[in-house]
């Protein structure tokens, strides 16, 4: 199969994976032929990248960081509580809230059972979900990254079980403020991004009255917004004053954002969002942990079209552990010209480097 931008995407391929909605229900089922109207459809309902059928790549398939079933799970789980702890907080009832964390760590508990047994680099673009709050897509994915990062980081299992409930919390004082600034599709108003920088204390002030969690889940939605030199929000504190789950959450919080597409730009690649955040180190975000997510995380997806510094055109078709930089090539394209396929694995082929991307061969 093949990763493909959407707006690419001709009349007459088919779907190789299906799209499916928060709920678990199949929008578009996979071996569906896309015309004119779906495909208009897609780019309307925010979708950036399709993996559609290829005969030539019809056997590469994508590793998921977790499996589907647990996947829809965690999203009705997040959504569902997260609109209890909003109750909880106007009604003031506490217990509400402690109910709501107790079903997140077991929730934290079922990600890292599935994390620490997958062998392979983690990918988030396996499967195509559509979410019809991003708040609730976006905590799950901060929390995959946060405890991939944790992995690699050699935290224990108790730190890893803390780090993911502050991911997978830090995002909840957004429940207070209004959806049409939240997914505005223009430029937020200066006043309306004072109301958006406020998520960060409203979410430590609800969290930290919650006496079954540890206090430094709070601290995990105070700090996310925090950055090295003093530039964050909401204190503007520096250095080792954030706490490490804090600059954890951080970077993971920006590589999900510029990778997830938004009403307002679409998404990037992650060897792009990667970048950004290397331009970011110590000043911004610390070097030892954009440096381990690096390690983490797929940063050429299985699926996806690159040009090589031969001149060759390929898909990836597998990923080197530990070399997430130089994925295996199925060769389909030399100087313009249809090849049979072969594979080419950059980690044995040095000289050889992926110079570009392609959205369609």
């Known amino acids: 199969m093949r990763l493909i931008g959407t707006k690419y995407i001709n009349e007459g391929v088919k779907l190789a994976k299906p799209i499916i909605n928060d709920q678990g229900l199949v929008l578009i089922n996979s071996g569906i032929e896309l015309d004119s109207n779906r495909i208009k459809r897609l780019m309307e309902l925010g979708i950036s990248y399709l993996y559609i059928e290829d005969e030539r790549t019809n056997d590469i398939y994508p590793n998921p960081a977790i499996s589907e079933k ?46 620490q047994t997958n062998k392979e680099l983690f990918s988030l673009m396996s499967e195509v979900f559509l ?26 299992r108790k730190e890893l079980e803390v780090l993911g409930l502050g991911a997978i919390l830090h995002d909840v004082g957004k429940m207070n403020i209004p959806l049409d600034i939240l997914m505005k599709p223009q430029k937020l108003t200066q006043e309306e991004y004072e ?10 002030q609800m969290l930290r009255k919650v006496h079954t969690m540890p206090l430094l889940v709070a601290h995990c939605a105070y700090q996310h917004h925090e950055r090295l030199n003093g530039s964050g929000y ?28 938004r009403v307002y730009r679409q998404a990037m690649l992650p060897h792009e969002a990667l970048e950004i955040l290397y331009t970011g180190i110590d000043t911004l975000y610390d070097a030892k942990i954009v440096q381990a997510f690096k390690k983490s995380i797929v940063l050429y997806p299985t699926g996806l079209g690159v040009t090589l510094s031969n001149g060759e055109k390929g898909i990836v078709c597998r990923q080197n552990k530990g070399l997430n930089e130089r994925p295996i090539i199925r060769i389909l394209e030399r100087n313009g010209l249809k090849v049979v396929p072969y594979e080419l694995d950059l980690k044995v082929n040095l000289a050889i480097t992926i110079t570009g991307c392609e959205s369609i061969l």
């Open 70 to 115: 647990l996947k829809k799970a965690a999203m009705q789980t997040i959504e569902k509580k997260f609109n209890e702890i909003k109750n909880a907080v106007t009604i003031k009832k506490p217990i509400m809230m402690e109910k709501a964390v107790s079903t997140f760590k077991n929730l934290i508990g079922n990600v890292l059972d599935e994390l």
């Open 195 to 204: 109301i958006i920088k406020q998520h960060a204390e409203a979410g430590f």
């Open 234 to 261: 909401p204190r503007g504190i520096t250095g080792d004053t954030i706490h490490l789950y804090g600059k954890i959450i951080a970077v993971a919080d920006v590589f999900d954002a510029i990778t997830s597409n």
């Open 131 to 156: 979410y019809d709050n991003y708040i609730f897509s976006h905590s799950l994915n901060v929390t995959i990254y946060s405890l991939a990062l944790g992995i690699e980081l050699k935290l224990s």
